[in-house]
């Protein structure tokens, strides 16, 4: 596991995911359900442009990116106070060889904290379901193996309703699953890059 300290959302935590499959993504190449997704190749490609244009199509912001943020911080806030835990933020972590990563919202002691801020309806149907929702296992999941971690909370943040923190404990058969498929994905990446390489 490699920490990079970079502030989210700057230009340097855009440099260090360039290109490079992180967990936020995971469901493009594995689904929740333990399978191979259909979206893989259309997420190499997105990644494979990164890398040739050497920057992110997504590397701005506008007022309701920066109203998420704001929000974050609130729920990550919330979260310390109600779970009597200190959070240490983080901008960017890799594997060792730095392949593929995740964007914690937050490290603790053995575990991790995903943060969504969904419209009020979506944040209703988590509310009713009370878990962690399927679409999230992926990133989840993901970032439990890439930091290393025993357990990762999930959390769904509006401030005009009671907040939803379900703990996800690791799961090492779907985790391993998950590491092979990226490990495929990641050698498809480079053949990809190889063939345009010598075009």
Known sequence: MRINNCEQGTEEWFAARL??????????IYTSGGKASTSASVYAHKLIAERLMGYHPESYTNEAMERGIEVEGEARGLYQFAQDEECRQVGFVTLDD???????DGLIDSGGLEIKCPSPHVHVKYLLAGKCPAEYVPQVQGSIWICEADWWDFMSYHPDMQPLIVRVYRDDEYIAGLAAEIA????KLASMREVLAHE
């Not at 290109?19 to 493009?28: E, L």
């Not at 495929?184 to 050698?187: A, E, G, I, L, R």
């Open 98 to 104: 730095g392949s593929t990563g995740c964007s914690p």
């Open 184 to 187: 495929k994905f990641n050698d």
């Open 19 to 28: 290109g490079i499959p992180t967990a936020s993504a995971f469901k493009n």
